[in-house]
């Protein structure tokens, strides 16, 4: 059994920053690529950003420059930094995590950018 676990959602100001993080366990034998989505109200959910095992990174055209995606791969746990945030950034951030073959997903956790 695998789970994920995502912490370090909040309220936060226009301009402010967060650390997200996802933490891995269970499982694990070797876990490939691992990403960042978020689902605001009324909309789909979107990627935000991915990273590879071998650290090969990717960001939505909507985040690139203020976001960075970071992994420990001796502690199974993803990051995302997120700076400079703004209103259009709210939303539930999930976790995903591709481990050997199959993928899955974390809880979610509400970020929100508000004056």
């Known amino acids: 059994q695998v789970q994920l676990v995502e912490s370090g959602g909040g309220l936060v100001q226009p301009g402010g920053s967060l650390r997200l993080s996802c933490a891995a366990s269970?499982?694990?034998?070797?876990?490939?690529?691992m990403k960042w989505y978020r689902q605001a109200p009324g909309k789909e959910r979107e990627l935000v950003a991915g990273i590879t095992s071998g650290n090969v990174r990717i960001y939505a055209d909507s985040v690139k420059g203020r976001f960075t995606i970071s992994r420990d791969n001796a502690k199974n746990t993803l990051y995302l930094q997120m700076d400079s945030l703004k209103p259009e950034d709210t939303a539930v951030y999930y976790c995903?995590?591709?481990?050997?073959?199959?993928?899955?997903w974390g809880q979610g956790t509400q970020v929100t950018v508000s004056s």
């Open positions: 995903y995590a591709l481990i050997s073959v199959k993928g899955y």
């Open positions: 269970g499982s694990i034998f070797s876990v490939n690529a």
